[in-house]
């Protein structure tokens, strides 16, 4: 199986700050998406993160809120921009291997809380 | 859009056997997933089916009927470490590029002595 990296794992932000996220995959994956899990939610997608080209957002997110980069195939960052507290939640980057069964794996998580 | 319904919460006894439905409906399919979520943690893959069928992995097994739009989890054995969320979610066919996992909202189970 997978093994993904985040940093940071936790955070606590002051409300108008932004937070950038890493996420790092111990070899090539063909796809990478970042959810958000809100507290006693489930996943939501905020995009598909594609490699040297613009990140792909699901409806209700926006680039300029949650900027993206993919430089190669085994880095992402997310960044939450201009936080306020209902951004609290946890974000998970999540991966499909290069050339393996099409499982699909998360990180750990960061666990965000804005004040 | 995709829609997947599962129950909210369940309860089992130690050492029993759990079936956890997932209903779908949706507009491309590419696979249902499962996985299970510890609180505070983040979701370990379960089982992944895309054919019609059981797949069995030790004490865990799912199956999938697409003409139905169903597909369930079944836990044998119950332990108490079993006490988690386990989350149905299906894959997008993928027809206009998007391959990613939509989840439903989670069966949390309770496992008691």
């Known amino acids: 199986s997978a093994v993904i990296s985040q940093k940071p794992s936790r955070d606590i932000c002051q409300r108008g700050t932004s937070l950038t996220i890493q996420c790092q995959v111990d070899?090539?994956?063909?796809?990478m998406f970042w959810y958000r899990q809100q507290p006693g939610q489930s996943l939501t997608l905020i995009a598909t993160?594609?490699?040297?080209?613009?990140?792909?957002?699901e409806s209700g997110f926006v680039i300029d809120k949650f900027p993206i980069s993919r430089p190669n195939l085994t880095f992402s960052t997310l960044t939450v921009s201009n936080m306020s507290p209902e951004d609290s939640s946890i974000y998970l980057c999540s991966v499909v291997y290069r050339g393996g069964p099409y499982e699909q794996y998360f990180g750990p998580g960061t666990r965000l809380t804005v004040t | 859009g995709q829609n997947i319904d599962q129950p909210t919460e369940m309860t089992a006894t130690e050492g029993a056997i759990v079936q956890i439905n997932c209903t779908y409906q949706t507009s491309g399919f590419n696979g249902l997933f499962w996985y299970q979520q510890h609180a505070g943690e983040a979701p370990t893959f379960l089982s992944y089916n895309v054919l019609d069928g059981l797949e069995e992995k030790g004490r865990f097994s799912s199956f999938l009927s697409r003409s139905k739009g169903y597909s369930y989890l079944l836990l044998k054995e119950l332990q108490m470490k079993d006490s988690a969320s386990y989350l149905c979610?299906?894959?997008?066919?993928?027809?206009?590029?998007?391959?990613?996992?939509?989840f439903g909202s989670g069966t949390r189970l309770q496992v008691q002595p």
């Open positions: 070899s090539q994956v063909t796809m």
């Open positions: 979610a299906v894959r997008d066919s993928g027809d206009t590029g998007r391959r990613a996992l939509t």
């Open positions: 993160a594609n490699q040297g080209s613009e990140a792909t957002y």
